[in-house]
């Protein structure tokens, strides 16, 4: 894995070829080289986005957050990780002990399998470019739901039942909007594909969301809705559902619930990212290969508006870090 991510490509392309062939190189050792990369990315960005909510809120709070494992608490993603990995499992005595058993795998299977379409650059960096790939992520996607049905309804508890019924009923909503959402770029770019879909938009030298301001704002909050994030967080009230569809949920399984709604968040900004807004890695590469560099960074009109969002997130976060101690 750590030659596959420091080395050229080409290099490992060679080095592989000395054992396998063209053909299994090509439609097998690389696909599952991918799958491995982007597994591991995402599962590290689940553990310490976790680690930088809490952070955040933290400094939000006047509080300070994790601190004691590691240095300013950076290690307490892996201490939780072991943590719920040695709990022990509960199952309700009356729930349907395999649909019980099986919705956290169908919830993650639903949020990682999006990920094959997905396009991290031009040509190796996509592990399936497919000609239907934004309907592959809707279609799929939407499996999730029937996870959060499956788990309030086998959990035989009123208020998982109630918590899957509104998560259910809140995800199917904001899809349909989603779906619709995206029609303007698809008309642009006249194919399903999301490789396509930034070339469409390197190629016109202007970003769909342009065409479609709209569009834009109405799937950025049905992307925030389909994943149940504040303030669309009705399906986990607390104060009266406790917990939601994952109320009688424990350890392990019940942290895999969240790993696909954070994978889940990946997944709609990478839409979101190609579709509307060019897809910066893929069309960045497209025009450096064609000796555009510096007329990409000068059309670019949002690269200002992207660096002060990052730097803003960054500050944030650093200022959690280290100004909260002071602060209290």
Not at 95 to 100: G, L, N, S, V
Not at 126 to 132: E, F, L, Q, R, T
Not at 244 to 259: K, Q, V
Not at 311 to 325: C, G, I, Y
Request: glycine share 8%; with cysteine; charged share 10%.
């Amino acid at each position: 894995m750590a030659i596959t991510l420091l080395a050229p490509v080409n290099f490992v392309d060679q080095l592989l070829l000395k054992f396998f062939s063209a053909d299994t190189v090509n439609y097998v050792v690389w696909p599952v080289i991918q799958i491995g990369i982007v597994v591991t990315v995402v599962a590290l960005w689940v553990a310490y986005a976790t680690y930088l909510e809490r952070k955040i809120s933290a400094f939000m709070q006047a509080r300070l957050g994790p601190m004691r494992v590691g240095p300013y608490g950076l290690l307490q993603p892996i201490a939780d990780g072991l943590k719920l990995l040695m709990k022990e499992d509960f199952i309700p005595e009356k729930a349907d002990r395999w649909i019980f058993f099986f919705a956290p795998y169908i919830a993650v299977a639903a949020a990682f399998i999006v990920f094959s379409v997905i396009p991290f650059g031009p040509d190796w960096a996509v592990i399936a470019d497919v000609n239907i790939g934004l309907l592959f992520v809707i279609a799929v996607s939407s499996v999730g739901v029937l996870a959060l049905i499956l788990a309030g309804w086998s959990s035989n508890s009123k208020y998982a039942l109630l918590g899957g019924l509104r998560s259910s009923a809140q995800m199917v909503s904001y899809e349909v909007s989603m779906g619709l959402a995206l029609i303007g770029g698809l008309m642009f770019a006249r194919t399903l594909s999301l490789s396509g879909i930034v070339a469409a938009q390197a190629s016109d030298s202007i970003w769909f969301i342009f065409y479609q301001p709209l569009g834009f704002l109405i799937f950025l909050i049905s992307g925030i809705a389909e994943n149940n994030r504040a303030p669309f967080d009705l399906p986990e009230a607390e104060s009266e559902l406790v917990a939601g569809f994952h109320t009688e949920y424990s350890g392990m399984r019940w942290s895999l619930f969240f790993m696909a709604e954070y994978a889940a968040m990946v997944v709609v900004s990478a839409v979101c990212y190609h579709a509307l807004s060019r897809g910066l890695v893929l069309s960045l590469c497209l025009q450096v290969g064609s000796g555009g560099l510096a007329q990409y960074l000068r059309h670019s009109v949002l690269s200002g508006l992207c660096r002060k969002v990052v730097a803003d997130t960054l500050s944030v976060f650093l200022v959690a870090l280290d100004v909260a101690p002071l602060s209290l």
